[in-house]
């Protein structure tokens, strides 16, 4: 079933149902959407179509720019077994490639999000495209272990910087009405990079080995080309730069930002379980696929392409679940309902058993996450708005870079992956549920500058 064009059921006014399957949405006779509260109505096609050709130019960029960004962070993660025979050592301490990419990417946010707040969204986002395209290439000819660890915190930077100013690019452009569902669309470019890379390890792996691989994720410097003949400056960055040159030079960080930082300080920790429960379903997944199990890097690759198109499903669908029961009550519900499906995703004995439970699995966690481009950008005021919610994300990943070499070295002490899978889910599943339960909700807020 296709996501932009999602088959949804819908009553007519005699009380039969009838099926609908794109063109304009339904409405009922108030000129709200029709569906009910608990399943509403999804397409995002008619969203898609409303926007003006600047906005649609921005969102494709964005939404490009983090595939791409994670396109080059997950190339690494289905090599774990290949790079650790190449250079002749565990796969936990080829994982700790993650650790100094998660390490170093909230400088790249601090960096990239004040350049972005200063000289504008659009200049800032080629760089940084830029940027972590020539360092994956530069991953391609690592003589050393010691070379590539140095190499992958230099690609955290550059990665760090990416999200926060496209989400600010976007939600700057997009109008407020279904910013849940492009927020959910935003969000799972991750999962759309996860799945190129298991494509690409699945069908080039047995011919180019994992440095050609990294010359692959060296591409998405051409997206350069796109965002520079084709996507417009944000309007509310531009409004705003016009008012601080009538204003003249003032403070770095107006005053009346302190107010922001208890939210700023809640946003790092709400992360900080957001990154653990993606990360920590997603990190060591391949290599215990491949290792404990046992699979070949064609099935790997095949798994990994089918929990990311799970990934997509559930970030669209709680996304815009979002938008009518407002984010914290989506990110609460897919946390919780990741719990049910521990026993498939962890102890499935079966290929098929196992793929299963990851697609629901990341079907789940990536619902969560949906929600948070939407979230943390109106949580953000203008002034910081490239920064705040980028600087947050990536401190979250900080304080939980050790995630997934923690769990290879437990894995590989206990000599088995599926409690230490399990473990994992449970307690980020339940701690994410209960920070999100406490936060502030800001569904709909105004982009000012």
């Given at each position: 079933m296709g996501i932009t064009g999602w088959y949804f059921r819908v009553r007519d006014r005699r009380g039969s149902r009838r099926p609908w399957s794109g063109g304009r949405r339904p409405q009922s006779e108030g000129g709200r959407r029709e569906g009910s509260a608990m399943l509403p109505g999804m397409s995002l096609l008619p969203d898609f179509g409303r926007l003006t050709r600047p906005q649609k130019h921005a969102f494709i960029a964005a939404f490009l720019g983090w595939t791409l960004d994670s396109l080059d962070f997950f190339l690494l993660i289905f090599c774990v077994k290949a790079m650790a025979a190449e250079f002749r050592t565990v796969p936990s301490t080829i994982l700790e490639a993650v650790f100094w990419t998660q390490a170093f990417r909230p400088v790249g946010a601090l960096l990239f999000g004040m350049l972005a707040d200063r000289y504008g969204r659009r200049p800032v986002l080629i760089f940084n495209i830029l940027s972590f395209s020539i360092i994956e290439?530069?991953?391609?000819?690592?003589?050393?272990?010691?070379?590539?660890?140095?190499?992958?915190?230099?690609?955290?930077?550059?990665?760090?910087?990416?999200?926060?100013?496209?989400?600010?690019?976007?939600?700057?452009?997009?109008?407020?009405?279904?910013?849940?569902?492009?927020?959910?669309?935003?969000?799972?470019?991750?999962?759309?990079?996860?799945?190129?890379?298991?494509?690409?390890?699945?069908?080039?792996?047995?011919?180019?080995?994992?440095?050609?691989?990294?010359?692959?994720?060296?591409?998405?410097?051409?997206?350069?080309?796109?965002?520079?003949?084709?996507?417009?400056?944000?309007?509310?960055?531009?409004?705003?730069?016009?008012?601080?040159?009538?204003?003249?030079?003032?403070?770095?960080?107006?005053?009346?930002?302190?107010?922001f930082l208890p939210t700023f300080l809640f946003l790092i920790l709400l992360m900080t379980a957001f990154m653990s429960f993606s990360h920590g379903t997603q990190d060591v997944y391949p290599t215990f696929l491949e290792v404990q199990m046992r699979l070949t890097p064609r099935t790997v690759g095949l798994i990994g392409v089918l929990y990311g198109l799970g990934s997509i499903a559930g970030g669209f669908v709680f996304g815009v679940l979002s938008e009518h029961w407002g984010r914290k009550k989506a990110i609460v519900t897919a946390a919780l309902l990741s719990l049910p499906v521990i026993p498939l995703w962890a102890y499935g004995y079966s290929a098929w058993a196992l793929g299963t439970g990851a697609v629901l699995m990341q079907f789940m966690v990536q619902g969560a996450w949906g929600v948070v481009p939407a979230y943390l950008t109106e949580l953000s005021p203008g002034p910081v708005r490239a920064t705040a919610p980028g600087l947050a994300y990536q401190l979250g990943g900080l304080l939980t870079s050790w995630n997934g070499v923690l769990q290879a070295r437990v894995a590989e002490w206990w000599g088995t992956y599926p409690p230490v899978l399990a473990i994992t889910v449970v307690v980020v599943a339940l701690a994410l549920a209960g920070l999100a339960a406490l936060g502030h909700e800001a569904k709909g807020a105004e982009m000012s500058t």
């Open positions: 290439l530069a991953c391609a000819f690592a003589p050393t272990l010691n070379v590539l660890l140095v190499l992958r915190a230099l690609f955290g930077i550059a990665m760090g910087g990416e999200w926060g100013v496209g989400a600010a690019l976007v939600f700057e452009t997009l109008p407020k009405e279904g910013r849940g569902g492009f927020s959910g669309i935003l969000q799972e470019g991750y999962a759309a990079g996860s799945i190129l890379a298991a494509g690409a390890f699945a069908l080039l792996f047995h011919w180019i080995g994992w440095r050609g691989l990294f010359m692959v994720g060296a591409c998405p410097g051409l997206l350069v080309l796109y965002v520079q003949t084709k996507v417009e400056e944000s309007p509310a960055w531009l409004a705003g730069a016009q008012k601080r040159k009538a204003r003249g030079p003032g403070p770095l960080l107006p005053p009346h930002l302190k107010e």
